[in-house]
């Protein structure tokens, strides 16, 4: 039996592909390479030793599905593939609902036809929109408030449906907080196109040179320092999260929404802090407006993972910070200027 996994190529969906291959599951790798490159998927298979098929496609392209599906004998499906900036999606809302939602209901018509019920999907925290009560846990209301948190609101509410529908669907959706770090190797990590909208990856462009200094979006948060507060979660324990909720879909019917994060706020201040101690000088920050649209403190309650998959994060900041730094030293411009590395 395979695991399909959509967007293997991407950052979380790499991480991903290694603990899968370490824990003895073999893996069928679909990415149209939108944003991402394939060299991550030859790292993988350098780290891990193991190789696996790659099908360059997108979801969309139902023939190609269909030629995965009939090709390979998949047994479930872990779905990454999908776009994520925040701000092209205000910008370019079609872009967001074709990619994300149409993608995956073809996605779900291939599966459906091939007689595949088992889907681990990737969710966010930000169906939880503005959060009144912290830490947030998986009966809280839900509310997206961007094109691209309402793909994720919208393709939850579409596996909700299929799985009333037909009991055979067992689906797992998993609402990631703030992924950060990268592989203890150095080999994978996340490789942002142009200015990095997120916290960790601006920080260490600051840190290495690439950047003059951090904005920190905010100092007047009810927060203890003032700047926003954030869960952030180490990649690789993120990416052993899907496991957990692989077994739990493999063996269950019906659909869980999980939070992945660790239960724990760091405000962006501690985060630059911690990043000093790693690299051992200065960050050079400044003190800015805020972010429209941010909210002020988002951290998760982990207890029906920890309940219901046997899982918990047990990374912390530190090797949060050392393992994003060392990804960043090594590979300055990510996966890019890299091409002659030899593929096999
Ligand atoms: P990523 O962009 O690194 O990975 C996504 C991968 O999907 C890329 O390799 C891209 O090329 C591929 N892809 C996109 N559209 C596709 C399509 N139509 N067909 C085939 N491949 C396609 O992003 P990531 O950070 O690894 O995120 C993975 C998933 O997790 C996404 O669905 C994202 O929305 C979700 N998520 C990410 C975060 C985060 O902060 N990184 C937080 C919450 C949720
Ligand atoms: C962002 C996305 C969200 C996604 C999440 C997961 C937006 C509006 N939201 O949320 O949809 O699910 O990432 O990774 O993009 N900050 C700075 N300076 C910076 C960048 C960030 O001070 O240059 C602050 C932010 O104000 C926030 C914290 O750092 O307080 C984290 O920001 P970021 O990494 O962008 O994540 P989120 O805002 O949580």
Sequence with gaps: MNILITGGAGYIGSHTCVELLNAGYNIVVVDNLSNSSQLSLHRVRKITGKDFLFYKADIRDKNALETIFHDNQIGAVIHFAGLKAVGESVSMP?????????????????????????????????????????????????????????????????????????????????????????????????????????????????????????????????????????????????????????????????????NLGTGNGYSVLEMVHAFEEVIGRPIPYRLCVRRPGDIAISYADVRKAKLELGWEATKGINEMCKDSWRWQVENPNGYKEKYSEKMK
């Design 94 to 258: 079609l872009k967001y609902y074709q990619n994300n939602v149409a993608g995956t209901v073809t996605l779900c018509e291939v599966m459906e036809k091939h007689g595949v019920f088992h889907l681990v999907f990737s969710s966010s925290a930000t169906v939880y929109g503005e959060q009144e009560c912290v830490p947030v846990n998986e009966d809280s209301t839900l509310h997206a408030t961007n094109p691209y948190g309402r793909t994720k609101l919208m393709i939850e509410d579409i596996l909700r449906d299929l799985s009333n529908s037909d009991s055979n669907w067992s689906v797992a959706l998993l609402r990631y907080f703030n992924p950060v770090g990268a592989h203890e190797s150095g080999r994978i990590g996340e490789d942002p196109n142009g200015l990095p909208n997120n916290l960790v990856p601006y920080i260490t462009q600051v840190a290495v040179g690439k950047l003059s200094e951090l904005q920190v979006f905010g100092s007047d948060y009810p927060t203890a320092d003032g700047t926003g507060v954030r869960d952030y979660i180490h990649v690789v324990d993120l990416a052993v999260g899907h496991i957990k909720a692989l077994d739990k879909v493999l063996f269950s019917k019906g659909i869980n929404a999980y």
